[in-house]
């Protein structure tokens, strides 16, 4: 699986976006290290902020599985920059992805910007911090 591929299931998950309050659409994939792929999008409800971002509908599913083992993570919106990723979702995938681990962030014009999980949270609050 190379990384346009896992870009395709990205805008393809898009697709079933529930976006009818922002009708801004976005999607992930993440690849798992066995090779398995768990979708998101974006759903979005009438209390606004009970919305769940594409990429925590993605991770939450493959952990909902029993799946842990992260390789990768492509997310895609139609934006003028490869779409970043929110501070809350930041956040969560700093509880599972490793600093090293890649996200690939894109547009529908088929811009990517890799980054790793240290490069969008540097300096995170980890279970760690709660160690005296
Ligand atoms: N959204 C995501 O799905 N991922 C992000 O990282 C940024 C924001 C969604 C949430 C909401 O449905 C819409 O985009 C507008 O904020």
């Known amino acids: 699986m190379n990384k346009s591929e896992l870009i395709l299931f990205a805008q393809k998950a898009r697709e079933k976006a529930y976006t009818p309050y922002s009708e801004f659409k976005v999607g992930a994939a993440l690849l798992m290290t066995s090779g398995k792929i768990y979708e998101g999008c974006n759903i979005e409800n009438a209390a606004y902020p009970v919305t769940i971002c594409a990429e925590r509908v993605a991770i939450f599913k493959a952990i909902a599985a029993g799946e842990t083992d992260f390789d990768q993570l492509a997310v895609v919106a139609d934006t003028k920059r490869p779409v970043p990723p929110c501070g809350s979702c930041r956040q969560v995938m700093s509880e599972f992805f490793s600093p090293s681990f890649s ?23 980890a279970a760690s911090d709660m160690d005296k």
């Open 103 to 125: 996200i690939h962030t894109c547009n529908l014009e088929n811009e990517v910007k890799t980054v790793t999980m240290n490069d969008l949270l540097p300096y995170s609050f």
